[in-house]
C-alpha cells in the first residue's frame, strides 16, 4: 500500500514530470518571498532597534542649536508646555589633528550629558570608563571615529578649541542615539575616519570654549501628546533672542532622518518588488495547470466517471499550486534570511548600534506565506474552471482537432511569404491571444524590473555627479569659526595651493508660502561663481538674479511655489530679520533642499553687512599637504572640508555596493525572465510535440524544428521588449516618487544604453531557457509521438 | 496467387533491390521486459513495387516500417537502401535520408493543424529540389478546391488525401503508409488507395501499405504476412485489382 491517497501519488508524480517547471516557478515565488522576508525583516530588526536604543537613552524630541545663553534660560524651556526635560549643553565644531596624518579632520565636541539616571541622549559606555570631570584632557570618543582610527582608551589626540591646540586622552569608547549615523555637516556620506563626536565633561569644555555657566545647544524631550510644532515654536520664542537657528524635531535630526530614509527605502522594496513576482508567479501557474488540464482531459473525465466530485478534482490542480508554493516559500524563507542577515551586517557598518540583530518576525514568514500562497491558488483557480466545467463523457473524448485561421496580420496582408514555418510560428502565438499576452507581459515584468534597477544605479551616479561636479565642485570647504568681513578673501587666496577661492554665506531661514513652510538654509553665493552651477530641468545654467530666490525642485514642491511667487523668508539667526523675496527661477538639484541667492543679497537680508562664513577653495593637489600644514597653524579660523575626497570615498562605496546590488536584480530578472520563457517553451513543445516529430519524420533536421520552438519564443521575447521598456519606464518613475526624501531625490536618467543593456540580460536569459527546452528535441521519440494520438 | 514459403525475395524481380534486409533484429527494452519486435527478417523490396504487410497487433509490421522508413534502427542485422547501409547511418544521415527518398502517410494524418493543405505540401515541397507543386500534388489526390481550408475544416477522409499530397509531393522513390485507411470509412478509404495506387504507377514509387485490412490485399505486387516478428509468408499477386474494385 502507498502513504499516499492515489490522487497525491499523480500529483507527487506530476510535479516530477514537471519538475523543470516546478523549480521555475517556484523560484519566481522564491525571489517575492526573499525579498519581503528580507526588506521587511530588516526593516524590523532597525526600526526595534532603533526603538529600544532611543527609549532606553532618553532620545530627545527637540533639538536646537544657539549661539550662547545663560543657563537661567533652561528654566523657561523647561516651563514650555508639554515638555518634560530639558538638557543643555556646549557644542562645537573642531578640527581635529592625529600625529601622523596630514590632513585635518574635523570633529564635534559635545559635553557630556549628566551623570543621571534620567540623561537625555544618554551614553551607552563601550568600552574605558567616563572622564573624570577633574581630570582636563579626557574624552570619550564615539564608537566610529574609535574604530576607523584603530582609537581605543588610552589613544591620544589633539583639538583645536577656540584657537589653541588642547592634547585629549581617550578614556573610553561609547555609543550615542544622536549619532546612529555619523555624518559630518556637509557631508553625503559617513566618512569615519575623518569625522568623529567625542564628549568632554561639560566644565572642562566650557572653560576651554568660554561657556562658563551658558550652553548653545538643548535637547527636550515631550510629555506623551504634546504637540511638537507648539513646541517647537515656544522654543523659538524663548531662544529667538539668543541666536537660536531654529529648533527642530526628530524628523530634522540627521541621524534620525537618514534612518527614517532607509526605512522608506526598504518599505519601498517591499512593495514593489514582491508583487511584481506574484503576479508572474500566479500567471506561470495558470498556464501551467491550464496545460495539465488540457493533457490530463481524459484522466480528469475518468476521475469525474469514478465520481469525484468537482470541487476535489479543482482542489487535486490546486494542491500541486500549494505543493510549488510551498517550495517557493522555503527556498524563499532561507534566501531572504540570508540576504537579511547580510544586510544588516552591513547596516552594522552604518548604523551605530549597542544591539543590531536580524530576527526574522513570524508573521512576516506568515504574511510572505499568505500572499505567495494567494497569488498561487489564484492563478491556479482560474485554471481549474476549465476542469471544473468538463463533463466526464466530453472529457474522455478525444479534444476536437486544434482550429486555426490565418492570423489578422496575414488577413490584412502584412505577413507575406513568412514560409511554412513561419506560419507555424505566427499562428500558434495568435491561436492562444491571452497566453501569448501573458508570455509576453511576464517577459516584459522583467525587463521593466530590470531597466528601473539599472535606471536607479544610474541615477543614484547622476545624483552624486551632479552634486560634486556642478553644485559643490570645491576640493576644499574651510568654515570660519565666526562670520568674517570679505577681507577675509583675501587672506585664504594666500594660503599655499590654493588657485581660487570663493566666499560663501549660509543662513537658516523658514520659508513660507501660503499655508506651508519649510526650514532650510539659504546659501548666498556670489555672481559668476566657478565653484558652484545651479542648471533648470532643461540643463541650462542658469545665473543668480541680483535679489531673488532660486528654489530646487523638491523644496518649491514643498512650498508649492513656482518663479514668480513671493516667499516670505524668516531668518532664525542673527537680527531674525524678515522679508519677502520672489522666486526666479526653480532649479534641478538632488541633494537635499536647496536654496540660493546672491550673497551680497543674502547679507542685504539680514543686514549683517558683507561677510561671509565659509570659503570654497579651488587646490593644486601637489600643495595640499603645504596648506594642511599651514592651516593647522592658524587655529581658531576655521574647519576644513574635504570634499574631493569625499567623492573619491563615496564613488568607492557606490561602487562596491552598486555591483553587489546590479547582480541582486540582474539575478532576479533573469529568474523571472527565465522561469516565464522557460514555462511558455515547455508547453508549446508539449502542445507541439506531435507536430515538431511529424516534421522530423518528413525529413526536417533537428536544428530546423528547434528553429520553430526558438521562433516562436523569439517572436514572444520580441514583442515583450517594447513593452518592457515601456514597464521599466513607469517602474523608474514610480521607484524615483517612492524612494525620494529630502535628503536625496532621485533622478531621472533612464539612457539607451540601460534599455540596451537590460534587453540583452532578458534576451540571454529567455534563449537560455529555451536552449534548454530545444535539447529535448533531440530525444523526441519520434515513433512513439506518431503513435499517439493528438 | 503463388507461392507461399517465407522466402527473403519476392519472386521474379524485374527490377533492381531497393531495400535489402538482412537478420534485422529490434528488441525494445532490456532483460527480462525485453520485447522482441523482429526476429531476424531477411526481405528484399524491389523498385516501383506495391507491398502489402499484413499481421495481426504487436507482429512487427510497424516497426519494420520504422526501420525501413530510417525513423527506427535494428538491434541487430543489416538494412540496405539501394546501396546505402541504413544500419550504419548517423541521425543526421537518416534524417536526410527521409528527407530526399521518404514519403510517409500515417493512421492518423499528422497534418499540421496550423497549416492549410496547401502549407501542408509546402512544407516537404520546401526541403526538395524538384518537387510536384504544391497544388499539383493535392490535384492529383482530388483535392484541387480544398487547397487553402486548414485541417479542421476538412473531413477525415481528406485530410487523410492531404496527407498523401504530402507524402508524394517530394517525388519520393519510396512511399511507407502505415493503416493509411484505418480511421476511414470504405468508399474514403479507397479514394486513399485509389491516389496511392496512382502515385505508384506514374511515378514509380516503390510503396509499403501496412494494414489490418485483407482486403487491400488485392491491389499489392507483394504480400508479406507477419507473425510474431517474423516474415511468415510472401505472396506474389499475378494480377493487381484496382483499387475501385475493393470494399469492406
Not at chain 1, 575616519?193 to 555657566?213: H, P
Not at chain 1, 560634486?468 to 570647504?477: A, G, I, K
Not at chain 1, 545665473?543 to 508649492?560: F, I, M, Q, T, V
Request: with cysteine.
Amino acid at each position: 500500500m502507498s502513504p499516499l491517497p492515489a490522487l497525491d501519488l499523480k500529483l507527487v508524480r506530476d510535479m516530477w514530470h514537471r519538475r523543470g517547471q516546478v523549480l521555475a516557478i517556484a523560484l519566481v515565488i522564491a525571489s517575492a518571498v526573499a525579498t519581503l522576508v528580507m526588506a521587511l525583516s530588516a526593516l524590523r530588526s532597525l526600526s526595534d532597534a532603533r526603538e529600544a536604543y532611543y527609549d532606553r537613552q532618553r532620545f530627545a524630541h527637540v533639538f536646537v542649536t544657539l549661539k550662547r545663553a545663560p543657563e537661567s534660560v533652561a528654566a523657561r524651556l523647561r516651563d514650555i508646555k508639554g515638555v518634560a526635560q530639558v538638557e543643555t549643553r556646549v557644542a562645537r565644531l573642531v578640527t581635529i589633528e592625529i600625529e601622523g596624518v596630514t590632513e585635518p579632520l574635523r570633529g564635534l565636541a559635545l559635553s557630556l550629558p549628566e551623570r543621571n539616571e534620567t540623561a537625555l541622549n544618554a551614553l551607552v559606555l563601550r568600552s574605558g570608563r567616563l572622564p573624570d570631570p577633574d581630570r582636563a584632557g579626557e574624552v570619550l570618543l564615539h564608537e566610529g571615529f574609535a574604530t576607523a582610527n584603530g582609537f581605543g582608551p588610552g589613544a591620544t589626540f589633539s583639538a583645536i578649541m577656540n584657537g589653541r591646540k588642547q592634547r585629549l586622552t581617550v578614556t573610553g569608547v561609547a555609543l550615542s542615539p544622536e549619532h546612529i549615523y555619523v555624518i559630518g555637516p556637509g557631508d553625503l556620506v559617513p566618512d569615519n575616519k575623518r569625522y568623529g563626536v567625542f564628549w568632554m565633561g561639560r566644565e572642562t569644555l566650557s572653560a576651554i570654549l568660554n561657556y562658563e555657566g551658558a550652553f548653545n545647544d538643548a535637547s527636550l524631550r515631550l510629555l506623551r501628546g504634546a504637540v511638537t510644532k507648539d513646541v517647537v515654536a515656544a522654543v523659538d520664542h524663548v531662544l529667538g533672542p539668543f541666536g537660536a537657528a531654529g529648533a527642530y524635531d526628530r524628523s530634522e535630526q540627521g541621524s534620525h532622518a537618514f534612518l527614517e530614509s532607509e526605512f522608506g527605502q526598504l518599505s519601498a522594496m517591499a512593495g514593489i518588488i514582491p508583487p511584481i513576482f506574484l503576479i508572474v508567479a500566479a500567471f506561470l501557474l495558470y498556464s501551467v495547470i491550464s496545460r495539465q488540464i488540457e493533457t490530463q482531459r481524459q484522466e480528469i473525465g475518468l476521475l469525474k466517471a469514478f465520481g469525484y466530485s468537482d470541487a476535489a478534482v479543482a482542489w487535486h490542480f490546486i494542491k500541486f499550486a500549494v505543493a510549488v508554493s510551498v517550495l517557493g516559500l522555503i527556498l524563499g524563507w532561507l534566501a531572504g534570511a540570508w540576504f537579511g542577515y547580510q544586510v544588516t551586517e552591513l547596516y552594522r557598518e552604518y548604523f551605530r548600534f549597542p544591539a543590531l540583530s536580524f530576527a526574522i518576525a513570524p508573521d512576516i514568514l506568515f504574511t510572505s506565506a499568505a500572499v505567495s500562497l494567494a497569488a498561487s491558488c489564484g492563478g491556479a483557480l482560474v485554471a481549474t474552471r476549465q476542469a471544473m466545467r468538463l463533463t466526464p463523457a466530453v472529457a474522455m473524448a478525444p479534444p476536437r482537432p486544434a482550429t486555426y485561421r490565418p492570423s489578422l496580420l496575414e488577413r490584412i496582408g502584412v505577413l507575406r511569404d513568412l514560409g511554412t514555418t513561419g506560419y507555424m510560428i505566427v499562428r500558434h502565438v495568435t491561436r492562444f491571444p491571452a497566453r501569448s499576452g501573458m508570455t509576453i507581459t511576464g517577459i516584459a515584468l522583467s525587463l521593466g524590473l530590470l531597466i528601473a534597477t539599472l535606471q536607479f544605479m544610474d541615477a543614484v551616479t547622476l545624483m552624486i555627479d551632479s552634486f560634486f561636479f556642478r553644485t559643490q565642485r570645491q576640493d576644499v570647504t574651510l568654515r570660519f569659526v565666526e562670520l568674517r568681513a570679505d577681507a577675509v578673501h583675501g587672506e585664504v587666496a594666500r594660503l599655499p595651493g590654493v588657485m581660487r577661492a570663493e566666499l560663501r554665506r549660509a543662513v537658516g531661514v523658514k520659508l513660507t508660502h501660503g499655508p506651508r513652510n519649510k526650514r532650510v538654509a539659504i546659501l548666498g553665493i556670489d555672481p559668476g561663481s566657478d565653484l558652484s552651477q545651479q542648471v533648470d530641468a532643461a540643463g541650462n545654467v542658469v545665473d543668480l538674479p541680483p535679489s531673488g530666490l532660486l528654489l530646487s525642485k523638491r523644496l518649491a514642491e514643498h512650498l508649492d511655489a513656482k518663479a514668480g511667487d513671493l516667499i516670505d523668508v524668516a531668518v532664525l539667526e542673527g537680527r531674525r530679520a524678515h522679508a519677502s523675496v520672489q522666486v526666479t527661477r526653480i532649479i534641478d538639484e538632488y541633494v537635499g533642499l536647496s536654496a540660493y541667492m546672491q550673497r551680497a543679497a543674502l547679507n542685504r537680508l539680514t543686514g549683517d553687512g558683507t561677510v561671509a562664513d565659509s570659503a570654497w577653495l579651488k587646490i593644486d593637489p601637489a600643495r595640499e599637504d603645504a596648506l594642511f600644514a599651514e592651516v593647522k597653524q592658524t587655529p581658531g579660523l576655521f574647519t576644513i572640508q574635504l570634499q574631493r575626497r569625499a567623492y573619491f570615498m563615496f564613488r568607492d562605496l557606490l561602487d562596491q555596493n552598486m555591483m553587489t546590488m546590479v547582480w541582486f536584480y540582474v539575478g532576479f530578472a533573469s529568474v523571472i525572465a527565465f522561469g516565464v520563457a522557460y514555462n511558455a517553451s515547455r508547453i508549446t513543445l508539449s502542445e507541439r510535440a506531435h507536430e515538431l516529430a511529424t516534421l522530423r519524420v518528413l525529413g526536417y533536421h533537428k536544428r530546423e524544428v528547434a528553429l520553430i520552438l526558438v521562433g516562436e519564443l523569439a517572436l514572444l521575447t520580441l514583442v515583450s521588449l517594447p513593452l518592457g521598456c515601456l514597464i521599466g519606464y513607469g517602474l523608474a518613475t514610480l521607484m524615483m516618487e517612492m524612494f525620494e526624501t529630502d535628503l536625496y531625490q532621485i533622478p531621472f536618467g533612464l539612457t539607451p544604453a540601460t534599455y540596451g543593456w537590460s534587453s540583452i540580460v532578458i534576451i540571454i536569459a529567455a534563449a537560455f531557457s529555451c536552449a534548454v527546452v530545444a535539447r529535448r528535441i533531440q530525444t523526441l521519440d519520434l515513433v512513439r509521438v506518431l503513435k499517439a494520438q493528438d | 496467387m503463388t507461392g507461399s514459403e517465407p522466402t527473403i525475395r519476392p519472386e521474379a524481380p524485374g527490377e533492381p533491390v531497393a531495400f535489402r534486409a538482412r537478420g534485422l533484429t529490434k528488441v525494445y527494452g532490456m532483460g527480462d521486459s525485453a520485447v522482441h519486435a523482429l526476429r531476424g527478417v531477411d526481405i528484399d523490396l524491389h523498385e516501383g513495387d506495391f507491398v502489402v504487410l499484413l499481421g495481426p497487433s504487436g507482429s512487427g509490421k510497424s516497426t519494420l516500417l520504422n526501420i525501413l522508413g530510417g525513423l527506427d534502427r535494428p538491434t541487430a542485422g543489416t538494412l540496405h537502401f539501394r546501396d546505402r547501409d541504413l544500419t550504419a547511418s548517423s541521425d543526421r544521415e537518416l534524417t536526410t535520408f527521409r528527407r530526399r527518398h521518404v514519403g510517409f502517410i500515417f493512421q492518423f494524418y499528422n497534418l499540421i493543424p496550423s497549416l492549410t493543405a496547401r502549407e501542408n505540401v509546402a512544407l516537404v515541397t520546401e526541403l526538395v529540389d524538384k518537387p510536384l507543386p504544391s497544388d499539383e500534388a493535392l490535384r492529383l489526390v482530388g483535392l484541387g478546391d480544398r487547397m487553402d481550408h486548414f485541417p479542421a475544416q476538412m473531413s477525415g477522409g481528406e485530410q487523410q488525401r492531404v496527407a498523401v499530397a504530402r507524402a508524394v509531393a517530394k517525388r519520393p522513390e519510396v512511399l511507407l503508409c502505415d493503416e493509411p485507411t484505418g480511421a476511414l470509412d470504405s468508399a474514403t478509404g479507397v479514394r486513399v488507395l485509389e491516389a496511392l495506387a496512382e502515385v505508384n504507377r506514374t511515378l514509380g514509387t516503390t510503396t509499403v501499405v501496412i494494414t489490418h485490412n485483407a482486403s487491400i490485399a488485392g491491389m499489392a505486387n507483394h504480400v508479406v504476412r507477419f507473425g510474431d516478428g517474423r516474415v511468415v509468408s510472401i505472396e506474389t499477386n499475378a494480377t493487381k485489382r484496382k483499387a475501385s474494385e475493393l470494399s469492406w
